[in-house]
């Protein structure tokens, strides 16, 4: 099992690394039609991962998305257990989603290239690009593109460190507010160890609307309760 792990693990590594080079020098061209190429990028992003998932043996189900609401804005939040979990909702998700990542990411060789041409949005963690950020997710929303946050310790099943500045900021973009569980990853990827076959599910939770969004601590206890169970 060990051996078998080993050489999963091997291929994905080497597949990810030839997957992301080659996709970095296609998006290239991609920017001559900003919209239409980030489409077309993430499309092929997807499927390149979803051949990686069927060979390595994992599974993806989402359940849920009867809960995606039907019209207007809307912002994800999600624990993300590995890089797995990222991967897993490229993939899988069932709307095209813009993710909020750390800036460092954006300056990693080949890979800062694709996460850029996928549309990901940098956080610096710096006051001063605060309002950029702001105007970026803004900019996204008017596209109708949802955008995805990790805020941290949601593993811990609680709401992490999603304050009321962040549900303020949320509810001024006239968005809802989307949870969604993402289990298995630690189990089929566990941090410092080797790949294993396995399950990975994407669960998407009812949202909370924007004008729900005033009471900080009724959305707290929602957001509590759909993490309760999160931790693998």
């Not at 599974?59 to 998305?65: L, P």
């Not at 800062?112 to 996928?118: H, Q, S, T």
């Not at 990790?150 to 968005?175: D, H, S, V």
């Not at 909370?208 to 206890?221: F, R, S």
Request: proline share 7%.
């Amino acid at each position: 099992m060990i051996v078998l792990s080993f050489l999963f693990s091997l291929f994905f590594w080497i597949y990810l690394e030839i997957a992301i080079f080659l996709i970095a020098l296609i998006s290239y061209p991609a920017v001559l039609l900003p919209k239409q190429g980030r489409g077309f990028v993430y499309f092929l992003c997807g499927f390149i991962l979803k051949v990686l998932f069927f060979i390595c043996f994992v599974r993806v189900k989402v359940s849920g998305t009867q809960n995606l609401p039907k019209k207007g804005r809307f912002i994800f939040i999600s624990n993300k257990p590995n890089l797995l979990a990222t991967f897993s909702m490229i993939a899988y998700s069932p709307v095209r989603v813009r993710f909020a990542a750390e800036e460092p990411i954006f300056k990693v060789p080949f890979l800062g290239r694709v996460v850029k041409a996928i549309g990901c949005l940098p956080v610096t963690g710096r006051r001063k690009d605060a309002l950029t950020f702001a105007g970026s997710v803004f900019s996204a929303l008017r596209e109708n593109e949802p955008v995805l946050f990790y805020p941290p310790n949601l593993m811990r099943g609680t709401a992490g460190e999603f304050r009321e500045a962040e549900l303020r900021f949320i509810k001024i973009a006239g968005a809802a507010l989307v949870p969604i569980i993402i289990r298995g990853t630690e189990k089929v990827f566990p941090e410092g160890a080797l790949i294993s076959p396995g399950r990975v599910e994407i669960l998407i939770e009812p949202g909370i609307p924007a004008d729900d969004l005033d009471d900080l601590k009724a959305v707290m206890h929602k957001l509590q309760q759909s993490y309760k169970g999160a931790k693998e």
